[in-house]
């Protein structure tokens, strides 16, 4: 059963930094896409961060380059989202997302293309 448990989330002043954890279980990384959606009240889901399965190649969101960096820990299955100059505009619910054995890279997946998601953890972020 693939489960993806998001940690790390809170209350931080704009200017600082946090760092999302996404415990997985019962998949590879090799065989998934794995990623990160955010949620702000009122917003439709967006696509913050992803590695495609295969090759790792990495997929930010405009709104966030230069200040966001995804990564894996494989040996303890586990992606990381750090995120660095915050502001308030990043406060969401972010979601730990995987998609299993899929076709191309996962810039092209839309939220409706992923089948597992987390339970979401929530980043507010103070002016």
């Known amino acids: 059963e693939v489960q993806l448990v998001e940690s790390g989330g809170g209350l931080v002043q704009a200017g600082g930094s946090l760092r999302l954890s996404c415990a997985a279980s019962g998949f590879n990384f090799d065989d998934y896409h794995i990623g990160w959606f955010r949620q702000a009240p009122g917003k439709e889901r967006e696509g913050v961060s992803c590695i495609s399965s295969r090759d790792g190649s990495l997929y930010y969101a405009d709104s966030v380059k230069g200040r966001f960096t995804i990564s894996t820990d494989n040996a303890r299955n586990t992606v990381y989202l750090q995120m660095n100059s915050l502001s308030p505009e990043d406060t969401a619910v972010y979601f730990c997302?995987?998609?299993?054995?899929?076709?191309?890279?996962?810039?092209?997946?839309?939220?409706?293309?992923?089948?597992?998601w987390g339970q979401g953890t929530q980043v507010t972020v103070s002016s």
């Open positions: 997302v995987a998609e299993p054995f899929p076709y191309y890279a996962c810039s092209g997946y839309g939220p409706s293309d992923y089948d597992y």
